[in-house]
């Protein structure tokens, strides 16, 4: 699997640093153009000498003006030309790639929901994907209306020697999430997102993520599609919440930082929080309650 082990040995005596860069674009209905967006970002990630990319979740399709139905019928299996792609570009340029999509929910004929997921792949063979689980069934939007929530917990995956940790934008809103990704490990926290705008929701996504890093004495890489619906602003904080990139409203863009091991050793031994913790998180998705 080329440097990616799914398992939850200890750390590698190996403590390499590691080169992430975060891509943005406005993700729309039109498929080509999205992929387009993702040749782009994937050649300058390559270009800057990163190891991993993170794409938005969105980045395969973004329903703005089609229907529910239209929605779901555009999502796509792993064989499908969006995973496709991710695949032989991952290859071509040796990235780790964590892209959103919306897949087909398999063994489903004439589905009126699809899976939310993020692909998780590296130089050409996929090596997980995640269901999100947390639905954006908030501020007036349903998503469950076209999303089959997943049931599993996120994956924690070892990249060369550096073990990263995903997420999906609505999961930013349950810290006990990202608790269950740091005892599996984690020392980076990635989220690829679609934060919707609205009144205070930049002030959220800035603050949860900023939140997250502080709280788990870890890196956070965040991605977020930049649009008329999505507020942009991707954003790289370190162990301390210091933030080492933005990209602001910027329509194609991408913002690169390097996780380096002895700064997490170095924040994590000034300020040993995790150490401290009295309180356990149970680690298993709990069923959806009852519909309203």
Known sequence: MSGVDTGTSPEHSARASLQISVG??????DKAANLAAVRELA???AAAGSRVLILP???MYHRVLASVTEGVAAAEDLDG????EVLRLSREHGLFIAAGMSKRVPGVVDADRALNILLLVDRGEIVAEYEKIHLYDAFAVKESDSITPGDALPPVLDIDGVRVGFAICYDLRFPELFRLLIDQGAEVLAISAAWARGVVKEDHWLALLRARAIE????VFASDEVSVKSVGRSVIFDPLGLQLGDAGEQE????????EPERIAAVRSTLPSLRNRRVAVEARVHPLPPAD
Not at 24 to 29: C, D, L, S, V
Not at 81 to 84: D, I, K, Y
Request: hydrophobic fraction near 55%.
């Open 24 to 29: 943005q674009f406005p993700a729309i209905e």
């Open 43 to 45: 050649a300058r990630a």
């Open 57 to 59: 979740e969105m980045a």
């Open 81 to 84: 030309p969006f995973a496709t």
């Open 216 to 219: 788990n004495t870890a890196y």
């Open 252 to 259: 194609l863009a991408l913002i690169t930082a390097t996780v």
